[in-house]
């Protein structure tokens, strides 16, 4: 994050400002809400990325109709611990937390709960799904596919999204453990950064369009991909691959959502391809009850020896211990709820313009 | 592989041997032909790491009482969907299988079915028992914990396993995809090949005791780690130890098994850390019905589709298309059940060193 661009403003004024937004894209009050709270949540964990950056983009879907603000969002298969959804080209940011609350309401009933979605679009960051399972004390689980851009070991066509695979497991003492992390070695976000600061990639995060490993994030832009987890097959690109490959399965051939290099981009100026396979982006999402298995208290107990254990790891320098899973996040969370979200101007100009253009309050920063 | 010093035998004789083997620790004849079925068929798939080279390593664990041939395996804990099982100490090559048919029964019934598993031990390749569930039209998984080898990112201690993840999706008109991984940057078995054949290594597998990164494989004897998938920080090495987490918290915290740096090693000569959290190590398994979620014949589909266009994608280089996961494996078991299984002959000095012990008839490559 670059420290000179960046103002900081309140949570609840974002918030609110964001919320007005869907306001105006027609979404009911409840879902307006909801879809706020779940770009704040990714702001608040430091996931800049994912969180009201995006918010444009999500009003340039809508003003190309690829976005339903008044989605009919039904269960269109079942048994006790399955379902699919249809999301009625919904926000994914609203159509995945009500499907994650169909697989609670199941793992509530029968132990586990499990639900594909089609046919609906980007979900904000998996962490905020997988997070609602938490308090239920049950071990969450979210996936999505989306917009191509990686390519598969030997090939140098994008045929994945960043696909990220998401658990969030409850503790005792300690914050949850949260495993959030994209299945290509480098999230398109850090590529963002590298180039708006003109600093050159490392080694295994992008190749050029004829496939050759590149060490400049602009070859992104000039038709070439992202790298799947691994970077090459010598050091187990064979595997980020399969990782994107179930998640692209689990979310969009499992539910009937278009898959691989059909996924609909999110970039409101790319046409999704002709010839759909399926509806939509999907995901997939889950739950399981801690004491489906054991009961809480003992397997509480267990994980907090877990967190203590492996924080207490030798390290190889002593300015840096092992870094749990989910733990910076949750440091961010707590640091912005205090000081107030951090955006870089850029983001601050789009928010504005959006201002502008539904006649809202601009963003301030008093 | 190395050809020079190989040689093949027929599946079934190997199979027969293997099977006396265990019956010769006092298996019951069901139990020895299910452990054999698993090691051959790690073989017959080309995972030589996971076959019966590690025969003798059992009879080493069997040797120190911490196998148990006549276990009771039995649940402890459960929902429609899920369950908990006491492996009784038996081979995982036995208490797993026990435990994914469990899995699978639950699935019929409800859609979907999970079974985490403590006191056991290793059970082999992941994907013997995923696979269990394509015949049944189900999505199968896989994962287990194992001896402590990998370090997390910005530790030099041996605080995780290799902690393989399964996942198999059932097709149409093509074999099963079969994504199975270690979440470290390479598995075992390739470092004992390097080291066998005195080849450096790639930057990103391996790192000193002091935490240094090495190419020499030999520095694992050395009390050096094996690295988590990425490599370093900068190649995304926090992702595969943040899998590799979610591996040992799924199948050990969850299961009341030892987690961490006490999970029991597989190695006889070296004995299981003290003040152990659990018992044994732990494996975590499961499978959701395909019509859980859509007709199976819309899966298929679009499964086959999914298949033949990735099949199709771009390639960097006009001989190399990209790779189907479990497609290498598939071939593998295809050429082998043809033209016998090929060992190499430190594992045949050990198979005939049992030979001897159990008074069986030696290897026969006739």
Redesign the interface.
């Known amino acids: 994050m670059e420290t000179k661009e960046l103002r900081r403003i309140d949570e609840h004024k974002l918030r609110k400002f964001t919320q007005d937004v869907f306001l105006s894209m027609g979404c009911s009050q409840q879902d307006a809400q909801l879809a706020a709270d779940v770009l704040l949540k990714a702001d608040l964990r430091g996931i800049d990325s994912h969180g009201v950056a995006r918010l444009i983009g999500y009003v340039r879907l809508w003003d190309k109709g690829r976005i339903n603000p008044s989605p009919q969002i039904k269960i269109i ?8 959804v249809d999301g009625d080209a919904g926000l994914g940011l609203v159509v995945a937390p009500h499907a994650m609350n169909i697989a609670l309401e199941k793992a509530d ?4 709960g ?1 639900v ?1 979605v089609k046919n609906s679009n980007h979900f904000g960051i998996a962490g905020y799904h997988a997070l609602m399972a938490i308090e239920k004390d049950m ?1 969450g689980m979210a996936m999505t596919n989306a917009s191509p851009l990686v ?7 994008r ?1 994945l999204g960043t696909n990220p ?1 998401c ?1 969030t ?1 409850p503790a005792g003492k300690y914050p949850p ?1 949260v ?1 959030d ?3 290509s ?2 999230a398109n976000g850090k590529l963002e950064v590298a180039q708006r600061k003109h600093l050159p990639i ?3 995060w992008v190749q050029t369009k ?2 050759q490993n590149s060490l400049d994030a602009g070859e992104l832009k000039n038709g070439g991909s992202l790298l799947p ?3 090459d097959r ?3 690109s ?6 994107s ?2 998640v ?3 979310s969009a ?4 959502a278009s ?3 059909w996924a609909p981009p999110f970039v409101a100026f790319l046409e999704p391809a002709k010839d759909q ?2 509806q939509g982006l999907g995901h997939f999402l889950g739950a ?3 004491d ?3 009961p809480v208290e ?2 509480k107990q ?2 907090d ?2 967190i203590e ?2 924080k207490a ?5 002593e300015n ?4 749990i ?1 989910g733990e910076p996040e949750n440091l961010a969370e707590q640091a912005n709820r205090r000081e107030g979200i951090p955006l870089v101007d850029a983001v601050i100009n789009d928010l504005n313009s959006l201002a502008d253009r539904f006649k809202l309050q601009p963003i301030r920063f008093s």
Chains 1, 2 share one sequence.
Request: proline share 7%; charged share 15%; glycine share 14%.
């Open positions: 298969h079942e048994t006790p611990s399955t379902a699919t009933k029968v132990g586990s499990w594909s071990i390519a598969p070991t030997f090939s140098k066509e045929m695979i658990y497991f453990i495993v992390m994209a299945t070695t480098a490392p080694s295994g004829e496939g987890l691994g970077g010598e050091h187990g064979h595997k980020g691959f399969g990782l490959s179930a692209d399965i689990f051939v499992l539910s009937g898959y691989g290099p396979p399926g399981w009850r801690v489906g298995f054991r003992d397997y267990n994980i020896q877990w254990r492996f790891a030798e390290r190889i320098s840096q211990s092992v870094i899973p």
